[in-house]
């Protein structure tokens, strides 16, 4: 309807938006890709953005558990490496979406429990300390693999999908990007002098520099990460070298000097990483169920994460069996990670997710491009170990940008939904507070006190409740399923407000012809496996 009243409706009135399936504006979609020199380029800043979390994660968790630099180089690559046959086996077998699979930081509460038991208390050598919390990690990721395996492929996750409308997945979406806030400008501001530059590049190479300078190709928007990384990282350097950091405290030393990490050091020139390369698996039940419970929590975020980037990959949106199918793949993934020794789980990547949104390039070929950079660089280790050593201020910058992106994927959702229903209101309002409010309480009361809110004689218990609660879009998508599912749900207008109608067509495979061109197993093989 146009907005003018009396004067018959002018051809410049403002019109209301159309809901679009699949967003309009994106340069390559799925199934089409840029020239294969760009596809390259594309592809290794998809690697530069996903080596963040792998740095980061490894680096928390291996000191912990005993080992030096030599075991956290191992440990980066053997992470990378094994994200490199994740994405390649999500893209080709699982959601089919151009998503990154990497590590994850659900994972590190449970982790960080095991390398902190008392069990190794009688170990004096660091190494066998490392070595034997590392299979103990093992043995607990295998036993989550198989839930996640099973709540995937035998369809149990898509019975939920089914009955997932738009207005759930709003806060979902937004939660999975909003709640990883604490590894933005928090970490950015650890070194303001380096971390703040990098932001402000990343938003004028992106923003700015493409409507300043006319030209019909896209050079600087898609790829502004690069540029961004390549001269705040010498501007770095120079700080560095000028003897800027040479008295300061040693937390500014370790995130502002680019020669602490000591990665390229430790990391060995040529390694291959290899299934029980630290020894066979220990299996313990507490925590065995620990890492179920992050494993269930990872499923919950990527399912945000699919989500996004089916919206950035110009897809339809995805059919509750391929949810399924892509889940499945991703208990594959842990799998992988318990079995090579990764120290964590894996997830699918939030600040991927965001990449496709920044660069406007959702191709499945430059995600398949950016694993097999993962699989080269964590084999020559020296080299990636150099990429590794970004300082951690400028990845920071990054995610500020990547992760807003996810964020407002979600908030696209809402074309879709009635936001002039009350109902529609105080569910999206009130699941977007309490997911933040409850992870917010569980994760101050964890840094204050030492421990979680729920601190019982049994360490797995207070593990499981951590885990789950300290995640914002988890406990965001339990209250906007619930509520959507049982609030006025026997009214005739709430299909309509939460949007499930403009869903419905897609809850079938075969309901729309757009979905086998972008879900569709390779070499026909939905015909054997039509709900994989």
Do not use: M
């Given at each position: 309807m146009a907005a003018g009243g009396g004067n018959g409706g002018k051809s410049d009135d403002f019109q209301p938006f159309p809901v679009k399936d699949q967003l309009p504006g994106v340069d390559f979609c799925v199934c089409t890709s840029p020239s294969w020199p760009e596809s390259i380029l594309h592809g290794f800043q998809h690697y530069l953005v996903m080596l963040g979390t792998t740095v980061i994660v490894s680096s928390t968790i291996v000191p912990l558990m005993g080992g030096g630099n030599t075991e956290k180089a191992e440990v980066i690559n053997t992470l990378l490496f094994v994200s490199g046959l994740n994405t390649l086996l999500q893209t080709f077998f699982g959601t089919r979406l151009p998503v990154v699979i990497g590590g994850s930081y659900v994972f590190i509460i449970p982790t960080v429990s095991i390398a902190l038991s008392s069990r190794y208390s009688f170990l004096t050598d660091p190494n066998e300390r490392f070595k034997e919390s590392m299979r103990d990690v093992q043995g607990a990721l295998i036993v989550a693999s198989f839930f996640t395996m099973t709540i995937g492929f035998f369809g149990f996750w898509r019975v939920f999908a089914r009955?997932?409308?738009?207005?759930?997945?709003?806060?979902?979406?937004?939660?999975?990007?909003?709640?990883?806030?604490?590894?933005?400008?928090?970490?950015?501001?650890?070194?303001?002098?380096?971390?703040?530059?990098?932001?402000?590049?990343?938003?004028?190479?992106?923003?700015?520099?493409?409507?300043?300078?006319?030209?019909?190709?896209?050079?600087?928007?898609?790829?502004?990460?690069?540029?961004?990384?390549?001269?705040?990282?010498?501007?770095?350097?120079?700080?560095?070298?000028?003897?800027?950091?040479?008295?300061?405290?040693?937390?500014?030393?370790?995130?502002?000097?680019?020669?602490?990490?000591?990665?390229?050091?430790?990391?060995?020139?040529?390694?291959?990483?290899?299934?029980?390369?630290?020894?066979?698996?220990?299996?313990?039940?507490?925590?065995?169920?620990?890492?179920?419970?992050?494993?269930?929590?990872?499923?919950?975020?990527?399912?945000?994460?699919?989500?996004?980037?089916?919206?950035?990959?110009s897809a339809t949106p995805i059919p509750p069996s391929v949810h399924s199918r892509g889940v499945g793949w991703l208990g594959v993934a842990i799998l992988l990670n318990g079995l090579f020794g990764t120290g964590t789980g894996s997830t699918a990547s939030v600040e991927n997710a965001g990449l496709l949104g920044l660069t406007r390039v959702g191709s499945r070929r430059v995600v398949q491009i950016s694993a097999l950079f993962m699989l080269f660089l964590s084999v020559f280790g020296k080299f990636g170990a150099i990429l590794a050593s970004i300082p951690l201020p400028i990845v920071a910058a990054l995610y500020c940008v990547l992760f807003a992106y996810v964020a407002s994927a979600g908030l696209g959702l809402l074309q879709f939904c009635n936001l002039n229903s009350f109902r529609t209101k105080f569910i999206l309002g009130f699941s977007l507070f309490i997911g933040l409010s409850i992870s917010q309480y569980f994760n101050e009361y964890l840094l204050v006190s030492g421990h979680g809110p729920v601190h019982t004689q049994s360490t797995w218990f207070n593990n499981v409740m951590q885990t789950i609660f300290s995640s914002p879009a988890t406990v965001a998508i339990m209250v906007a399923f619930f509520l959507d599912c049982t609030h006025s749900y026997w009214h005739d207008s709430v299909r309509r407000d939460n949007g499930s109608h403009w869903w419905e067509k897609f809850r079938s495979f075969n309901a729309d012809t757009r979905t086998e061109n972008f879900y569709s197993l390779p070499a026909n093989l939905n015909r054997f496996f039509p709900s994989f």
């Open positions: 009955f997932f409308s738009p207005l759930a997945a709003v806060p979902l979406v937004i939660l999975t990007g909003l709640g990883l806030y604490s590894h933005g400008f928090p970490q950015l501001a650890r070194c303001i002098e380096v971390g703040l530059p990098a932001l402000i590049a990343v938003i004028f190479f992106s923003q700015y520099i493409p409507h300043l300078i006319k030209s019909n190709r896209a050079i600087f928007d898609r790829f502004a990460i690069l540029f961004s990384i390549v001269v705040i990282w010498v501007y770095a350097e120079i700080l560095t070298a000028a003897g800027a950091y040479d008295n300061s405290v040693s937390k500014a030393q370790f995130s502002c000097r680019t020669d602490r990490s000591g990665l390229t050091s430790a990391a060995s020139w040529i390694r291959v990483p290899y299934p029980l390369q630290w020894g066979r698996p220990s299996f313990h039940a507490g925590d065995a169920v620990s890492v179920i419970a992050a494993s269930f929590v990872a499923i919950i975020e990527s399912t945000g994460t699919f989500i996004a980037t089916s919206r950035y990959a």
